[in-house]
């Protein structure tokens, strides 16, 4: 049974286009996020959603926008993709928000999804 | 700003021990993170230090330095499904995870 799962895999598109990507996880965890890791490998936190509330909303573009429909899904919605935006989306889940447990709480990551705008 | 420093390839043999360093300067410290990732998979947690001293878990220990801003990663008896990327991760003031940027290791026979 996959924890966190993440859908598709690979996403190739064409500037200007709009796209989503879609986010599970089956843990009953309270937080899910959303990350982003570009071609130099650092994983930069985009957004975390605690009990369908936005907590943490890093300095990303508003062509981003998470959706979460329920506690178990965090879905993220690109607009108007651009070259830039090449990289792998990696979901996360973790029990409780890093702030409530402080101490060794861990995150738990989908696949990732690897999108490729031409 | 916010900076944590990992070199960026390592290589060891198989059987051998090896050291993965790291350095960080945060905003405020709650904790550094080790991940794992294999090419092409996502990240998966090893260890996690909040106190100074060696945490031990197997093959591997991590250690911490908060004074010095310093922890490192050591792997024992090395073996080739070790190969992959080390990432440490540190806890900020704000509770935000502060992500290096991992170091590939690579094992050899």
């Known amino acids: 049974d996959t924890a966190v799962s993440q859908t598709p895999k690979y996403l190739v598109t064409q500037m200007g286009n709009d796209k989503s990507i879609k986010c599970e996880q089956n843990?009953?965890?309270?937080?899910m996020y959303w990350y982003k890791q570009d071609s130099k490998k650092f994983l930069k936190i985009m957004f975390s959603y605690n009990n369908k509330e936005l907590i943490i909303n890093e300095t990303v573009p508003n062509r981003f926008s998470p959706k979460s429909p329920d506690k178990a899904h965090l879905n993220l919605h690109i607009n108007s993709l651009e070259l830039g935006d090449s990289a792998v989306y990696f979901c996360?889940?973790?029990?409780?928000?890093?702030?409530?447990?402080?101490?060794?709480?861990?995150?738990?990551f989908g696949p990732g999804t690897r999108l490729l705008v031409l | 700003g916010q900076n944590i420093d990992q070199p960026t390839e390592m290589t060891a043999t198989e059987g051998a021990i090896v050291q993965i360093n790291c350095t960080y300067q945060?905003?405020?410290?709650?904790?550094l993170f080790w991940y794992q990732q294999h090419a092409g998979e996502a990240p998966t947690f090893l260890s996690y230090n909040v106190l100074d001293g060696l945490e031990e878990k197997g093959r591997f220990s991590s250690f911490l330095s908060r004074s010095k801003g310093y922890s490192y990663l050591l792997l024992k008896e090395l073996q080739m499904k070790d190969s992959a990327s080390y990432l440490c991760a540190c806890l900020d003031s704000n509770y935000q995870l502060i992500w290096g940027a991992g170091t590939k290791l690579i094992i050899k026979p």
């Open positions: 996360a889940s973790s029990p409780k928000t890093l702030v409530e447990s402080a101490l060794g709480e861990t995150q738990y």
């Open positions: 843990l009953g965890h309270d937080t």
């Open positions: 945060t905003s405020g410290f709650n904790g």
